[in-house]
T-cell receptor
Framework: GNSVTQMEGPVTLSEEAFLTINCTYT??????LFWYVQYPGEGLQLLLK?????DKGSNKGFEATYRKETTSFHLEKGSVQVSDSAVYFC?????????????FGTGTQLKVEL | GAGVSQSPSNKVTEKGKDVELRCDPI?????LYWYRQSLGQGLEFLIY????????KSGLPSDRFSAERTGGSVSTLTIQRTQQEDSAVYLC?????????????FGDGTRLSIL
């Protein structure tokens, strides 16, 4: 079946450091890929998405590129801020009888310190 | 505009009791999903609605769990004879349709604690 594997956290960085959170997936066909973010005390929010190979999703300085050859969708940001501290979830969806249901990774907690 | 609304935000109940969790999706969204977020299992899909019908109930963990959706809008997730392993945050999401790449918009969840 479909699955998502992402790096375990917590990841602790200093402000303005470069961020990479690795995400790889296993799926048949061509899933859509997403990054969702959960800030402390808040619900899940869509951060960015990509729907086909070589697409790059971007939002709020974050980027991720859909790499079919490596089945990866790594999240990157050039300069993190304290306000980026949150839990980040990589997810995929695949059109089936179950609509567009999401399969999530386990989440990676990011802590950014001054 | 209004997002996905879930109620109650917190629910504490005794083992063996029944609970109802409510989800009010974004107006006009035809697709509605329930997920569960727990420490041991992460985020898991429970059930999907398209309109009032549920083509996929494959994620419901047991027959104690059921859900319905009326008027193509509000959905209720019911857990009968609750057990301690049911303790989790129950999340509802909706999307405009169930097409490729359609983003799902999540509510803040209901935190369920079974004593």
């Amino acid at each position: 079946g479909n699955s998502v594997t992402q790096m375990e956290g917590p990841v602790t960085l200093s402000e303005e450091a470069f961020l990479t959170i690795n995400c790889t997936y296993t799926a048949t066909g061509y899933p859509s890929l997403f990054w969702y973010v959960q800030y402390p005390g808040e619900g899940l929010q869509l951060l960015l998405k990509a729907t086909k190979a070589d697409d790059k999703g971007s939002n709020k300085g974050f980027e991720a590129t859909y790499r079919k050859e490596t089945t990866s969708f790594h999240l990157e940001k050039g300069s993190v801020q304290v306000s980026d501290s949150a839990v980040y979830f990589c997810a995929l969806s695949w059109i089936t009888g179950g609509g567009n249901k999401l399969t999530f990774g386990t989440g990676t907690q990011l802590k950014v310190e001054l | 505009g209004a997002g996905v609304s879930q109620s109650p935000s917190n629910k504490v109940t005794e083992k063996g009791k029944d609970v109802e969790l409510r989800c009010d999706p974004i107006s006009g969204h035809t697709a509605l999903y329930w997920y569960r977020q727990s420490l041991g299992q992460g985020l898991e899909f429970l059930i999907y609605f398209q309109g009032n019908s549920a083509p996929d109930k494959s994620g419901l963990p047991s027959d104690r769990f059921s859900a319905e959706r009326t008027g193509g809008s509000v959905s209720t997730l019911t857990i009968q004879r609750t057990q301690q392993e049911d303790s989790a945050v129950y999340l509802c999401a909706s999307s405009l349709a169930a097409g490729v790449g359609q983003p799902q918009h999540f509510g803040d969840g209901t935190r369920l604690s079974i004593l």
